[in-house]
């Protein structure tokens, strides 16, 4: 069974930064794209990035780009997001979550890791 487990939220003053980990049970983490969603108070769960398997295609919602880094350590089964510049707006439950290679969506999903960000 795959289980997927954030850490590294927290609060943090606008302007600060904050690393989250997501760390991967099972052996498929090395062969999957894994991404990062986020989901504010009142609203839906949106797409933040994404790392293919090898870490040679990213990609990232756009009011991010330029602020927030996705990477991953296949050999410690572990997926990252470096968050800097951080802005109140960043405020929400950050998941981590792979994508099944044959049906082309996320089917893992982790708990959720609080990031609270104060202006």
């Known amino acids: 069974q795959v289980q997927l487990v954030e850490s590294g939220g927290g609060l943090v003053q606008a302007g600060g930064s904050l690393r989250l980990s997501c760390a991967v049970s099972g052996r498929t983490f090395s062969t999957r794209t894994m991404g990062w969603f986020r989901q504010a108070p009142g609203k839906g769960r949106e797409f933040v990035a994404s790392?293919?398997?090898?870490?040679?295609?990213?990609d990232y919602l756009d009011s991010v780009k330029g602020r927030f880094t996705i990477s991953r350590d296949n050999a410690k089964n572990t997926a990252y997001l470096q968050m800097n510049s951080l802005k109140p707006e960043d405020t929400a439950v950050y998941y981590c979550a792979s994508r099944s290679v044959v049906f082309k969506r996320y089917d893992y999903w982790g708990q959720g890791t609080q990031v609270t960000v104060s202006s």
């Open positions: 790392i293919t398997w090898n870490g040679d295609s990213t």
